[in-house]
């Protein structure tokens, strides 16, 4: 089964800073891979599909990159509402289908 | 609006079996593949499986931890996808939560609130 490793696992981060979460699969998924953005207590939230697409709705300072193994979600300027748990998950259908989430990485106030 | 709706949650014990549904609204329900994803307590996200539409065969994909044990099903008529669960096990414990997935593309766009599933004698 795909593996897929988040790092860093936990991020301190400040107002206004560019932060990049890593997203690297143990094989090639090509664009099938999604981001979702966690606040405790709530359920998950779509951020990203297909790698690179943002989800109607979600602000711009949200990104998405990579395909094949190595994917990455960018936030240009940390707002305060974007204190939360980031997971990836990944969509890839052969040889058998298996939509495995990453572990998480948890992003606080520094 | 989208919303999706589970119920069922409670606890059980070890070796039982529970049946959660999740009830949509706002949406065409059979043009769409539903999914399970659950939460351990103070966990990440795990994928349990999902149901295909069915002009893509209705059919189902599972993950190994449950395969033989979860079946999930869905009834177009009332806009509800089920998860039954047999052989309930303590590592079953979870929130569980339903989604409905991105036509064509690889995510799920809405998500329900979940119900806590506890597994304990």
């Known amino acids: 089964a795909i593996q897929l490793t988040q790092s860093p696992s936990s991020l301190s981060a400040s107002v206004g800073d560019r932060v990049t979460i890593t997203c690297r699969a143990s094989?090639?998924?090509?664009?099938?891979l999604a981001w979702y953005q966690q606040k405790p207590g709530k359920a998950p939230k779509l951020l990203i599909y297909?790698?690179?697409s943002l989800e109607s709705g979600v602000p711009s300072r949200f990104s998405g990159s990579g395909s094949g193994t190595d994917f990455t979600l960018t936030i240009s300027s940390l707002q305060p509402e974007d204190f939360a748990t980031y997971y990836c998950?990944?969509?890839?259908?052969?040889?058998?289908?298996?939509?495995?989430f990453g572990q998480g990485t948890k992003l606080e106030i520094k | 609006e989208v919303q999706l709706v589970e119920s069922g949650g409670g606890l059980v014990q070890p070796g039982r079996s529970l049946r959660l549904s999740c009830t949509a609204s706002?949406?065409?329900?059979?043009?769409?593949?539903m999914s399970w994803v659950r939460q351990a307590p103070g966990k990440g996200l795990e994928w349990v499986g999902f149901?295909?539409?069915?002009?893509?065969?209705?059919?189902?994909e599972y993950a190994a931890s449950v395969k033989g044990r979860f079946t999930i099903s869905r009834d177009d008529s009332k806009s509800i996808a089920y998860l039954q669960m047999n052989s309930l096990k303590t590592e079953d414990t979870a929130v569980y939560y339903c989604?409905?997935?991105?036509?064509?593309?690889?995510?799920?766009?809405?998500w329900g609130q979940g119900t806590l599933v506890t597994v304990s004698s």
């Open positions: 149901i295909r539409s069915k002009a893509y065969g209705g059919t189902t």
């Open positions: 094989q090639g998924i090509s664009s099938a």
């Open positions: 706002g949406f065409t329900f059979g043009d769409y593949a």
């Open positions: 989604t409905r997935e991105v036509v064509a593309a690889t995510g799920s766009d809405y």
């Open positions: 998950q990944q969509f890839n259908s052969y040889p058998h289908v298996m939509y495995t």
């Open positions: 297909d790698a690179s």
